[in-house]
């Protein structure tokens, strides 16, 4: 039995998608246990560049897609997803849970009201209804899966919302609809993963987002709607603790960061730009423009810490090529004071002042001398780029296994 969870450590768009299907090819069954339509998860095969957004991306790996209870489901995506898999030539078995919420239109709009009533405190959201979902479940007021197949009690739900928020609802003929389309495909996922586990099964748990945006564990209030730690695996699926085999971490080899909120490393000026450029650090959802930045050990350490990681996945080193130096901020001074783990406490980083040390960078590189390297593993790296990574696991602590050096699968090495 395996139980993997992938989990970001930085501000999402750590490219755990490609790291999923790479750790999916083995594995029977893949999980999306929280977010929604506003992870953009990209994985590109063989140049062949599938997007997922509700479904995990580990599924293009062959693995059963489950999209579990703590989720917020958009249903268009899904059933466009299920299309792009099948278009594929993946045989698509799939399992939604019964108690998964539903994203309506009205918490859409509401998602783009309450950003605008926020001024310059706006979060920068994706604008695909997390939040108001989120809030609706909590509120006990929000429209389940199990709920489109019982039109009665659709009924009396929709007009409770109805007047929790003095707005119209969907109408309810649509979401029947899409009950009976979706009927054959929902189920206990907690229980099913269960099941495969207690067959020696081996199942991935495939986060979205990123630690720093956890809503308990973020830079609150720059955050999204749900938990994105390792530990809500668990909870979002409804597996216990003691399941769970290994953590992996996913981290970018620099920093980006999309939508408002404190960041320490920030980059401005050309060297952003260049970065930005290099990376395509563009949203894969919205199509905004990343803010870059360098490493941040202090935030790195913390982020390490609160999901226990096993091993590290590190993305895009590719994207550093070229640069004469790297930088790494190893410490905060906050009021004098240094700072190796810092808690993403919005008040405090906005007084930390990054400590940097300096590495030598390497040369640019043609695609043709990355994908050499692919083939000859690690030590085909540049001496700089091996020390850069190196320098990494040593300030954090915790071994990297995986170095992803281009978007397509196959362009990686192990350590
Ligand atoms: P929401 O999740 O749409 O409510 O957005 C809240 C914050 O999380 C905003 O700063 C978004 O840009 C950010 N965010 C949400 N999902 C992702 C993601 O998948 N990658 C990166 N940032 C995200
Ligand atoms: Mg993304």
Not at 5 to 28: F, H, M, P
Not at 392 to 397: G, N, P
Request: with cysteine; charged share 25%.
């Amino acid at each position: 039995m395996s139980a993997t969870v992938i989990t970001g450590l930085q501000w999402g768009d750590e490219g755990k998608g490609k790291i999923s299907y790479l750790l999916c090819r083995n594995a029977d069954c893949v999980v999306r246990f929280q977010g929604g339509a506003n992870a953009g998860h990209t994985v590109v095969v063989s140049g062949k560049k599938l997007k997922f957004n509700m479904l995990p991306a580990g599924s293009a790996a062959g693995a059963m897609p489950c999209i579990a209870s703590g989720t917020v489901v958009d249903l268009d995506e899904v059933f466009e997803e299920l299309d792009l898999l099948k278009s594929t030539g993946i045989n698509v078995k799939f399992m939604i849970s019964r108690a998964a919420s539903i994203v309506l239109g009205l918490h859409k709009k509401l998602d783009a009201v309450i950003e605008e009533l926020r001024g310059g405190r706006a979060v920068g959201t994706t604008r695909r209804g997390i939040g108001p979902t989120y809030s609706d479940k909590a509120l006990r007021a929000g429209i389940r899966i199990e709920d489109l197949l019982d039109e009665k009690s659709l009924k009396d739900k929709l007009e409770i919302l109805k007047k929790v928020h003095g707005l119209e609802v969907e109408d309810l003929g649509r979401l029947m609809e899409y009950g009976e389309k979706i009927r054959p495909y929902v189920g206990d996922v907690g229980l099913f993963v269960n099941d495969l586990l207690d067959e020696g099964k081996k199942v991935v748990f495939e986060g979205a987002q990123g630690t720093l945006l956890d809503i308990d564990h973020g830079t609150y209030p720059y955050v999204t709607s749900s938990n994105t730690i390792a530990g809500a695996a668990c909870t979002g699926c409804g597996v216990g603790p003691t399941r769970i085999s290994e953590v992996v971490g996913v981290m970018k080899a620099y920093s980006t960061r999309v939508g408002a909120g404190v960041f320490p490393t920030e980059l401005g000026g050309e060297l952003g730009d260049k970065i930005r450029e290099a990376g395509q650090e563009f949203g894969t959802t919205t199509g905004r423009p990343r803010r870059v930045g360098w490493l941040d050990m202090p935030l790195l350490r913390y982020a390490v810490r609160i999901s226990d990681v096993t091993w590290i996945a590190m993305t895009k080193l590719d994207i550093l090529s070229g640069l004469e130096k790297i930088k790494i901020c190893v410490e905060y001074d906050v009021d004098g004071k240094t700072v190796k783990i810092a808690p993403p406490e919005v008040r405090f980083l906005e007084r930390a002042k990054p400590i940097y040390m300096e590495i030598n960078g390497w040369g640019k590189m043609s695609d043709e001398s990355w994908k050499k390297v692919s083939e000859r593993g690690w030590e085909a790296l540049p001496d700089e780029a091996k020390a850069y990574v190196e320098t990494v696991e040593k300030l954090i602590r915790k071994p990297i296994r995986l170095v992803s050096i281009g978007a397509d699968v196959g362009l990686e090495v192990t350590k």
